[in-house]
């Protein structure tokens, strides 16, 4: 699969939840594509591993930021601008999963995700829309999930904040769609991250394994050049994942009693 330099080279990226994963794995592969990219986590130690794993390391900006905290990412913005001088595109990618019956799930913990899946991704998308709607350009990449189409045991809140974001982001896209900024959502199935490892629990403690689907899903590597093409291609939204998660997403679709009667038999750990 090629993607040529021309769509990436030079371009001013900014990409959230980079510190490992997809978000490492897309930092990686932008930088080889000629891009300028800012990498945003929490952790700084990580980001600057990341940082120098990229072929110009030169051209990769650093500035951690918590989704969590939200209300003032406004700020963040500003100095993400002020870094290479302009963003051409920004990449919502950081987020936290769940592995906890619904049942035993405290609400404190459904909050936490919401903030950050949810609330964090759209305070940012929000502080920067301004600037993309005076350059009247601008694209905005949101991963979700597979489970933000189809919600599956075990990730009731996860599933909830990732179908929020494809309500929001929808509604957004028909809203800028005069400003010539676009939205493209990516929804991955099972990815090889650590996305089990660091799922919240029913009490918000982390889940601390490698769930056994998650670990023979797909690579970061393959995961990052599939949604490159996709974001170049300003596609609306695309579904990267196994043949299975992607059958499902149809099969939801047009048999909505069918995939009902699939999940509850599903192994989804």
Known sequence: MTIHK??????????????????KALAIALSEQGAKVIISSRNVEKLEEVKNLCVSPNKVKILTLDLDDYLKLDKIVGKAIQLFGEIDILINNGGISQRSLAIDTDIEVDTRIFKTNYFGTVALTKAILPYFSARKKGHFVVVTSVVGKIGTPLRS?????????????DSLRAEIYNDNISVTLICPGFVNTNVSVNALTGDGSKQNT?????????????FAKRMLKAIAGKKQEVVIGGKLEVFAVYVKRFFPRIIAKMIRKVDVT
Do not use: C, P, Q, R
């Not at 490698?210 to 393959?222: C, R, V």
């Open 210 to 222: 490698l769930d056994k689907a998650t670990a023979n899903g797909l690579s970061t590597d393959y």
């Open 6 to 23: 021309m769509n990436f080279n030079n371009k001013i990226i900014w990409v959230t939840g980079a510190s490992s994963g997809i978000g």
């Open 157 to 169: 809140s996860y599933a909830a904040s990732k179908h929020a974001l494809h309500g929001f982001f």
